[in-house]
Nanobody, 115 residues
Framework: QVQLVESGGGLVQSGGSLRLSCAASREIIGWLTMAWYRQSPEKTRELVARLFPSGSTDYVDFIKGRFTISRDSGKNELHLQMNNLNPGETAVYYC?????????WGQGTQVTVST
């Protein structure tokens, strides 16, 4: 089993930045995607960004150019740099790792963007 632990959330003013991190308890061999999702009380969980083993990335339209997903393979960490945040992006952010046989989720980290 793999444990994922997110960190880096908090309170930030509109227009501000945060960098989220997700630490995996061990290296995951053969992963297919690493991703960040978010969920606010009013919405279902939604994909924010994905990273593929090739290094390519995929972002949803509403965050393109503002968020960057990256990986530190030496530390088994996934990151999400978020810039120019707005209050509508207040949510719990989750990291996700998907393999051919399993799927892992972290417990989430709260991001609150104030006006």
């Amino acid at each position: 089993q793999v444990q994922l632990v997110e960190s880096g959330g908090g309170l930030v003013q509109s227009g501000g930045s945060l960098r989220l991190s997700c630490a995996a308890s061990r290296e995951i061999i053969g992963w297919l995607t690493m991703a960040w999702y978010r969920q606010s009380p009013e919405k279902t969980r939604e994909l924010v960004a994905r990273l593929f083993p090739s290094g390519s990335t995929d972002y949803v339209d509403f965050i393109k150019g503002r968020f960057t997903i990256s990986r530190d393979s030496g530390k088994n960490e996934l990151h999400l740099q978020m810039n120019n945040l707005n209050p509508g992006e207040t949510a719990v952010y989750y990291c996700n790792i998907y393999t051919a046989d399993d799927e892992f989720w972290g417990q989430g980290t709260q991001v609150t963007v104030s006006t």
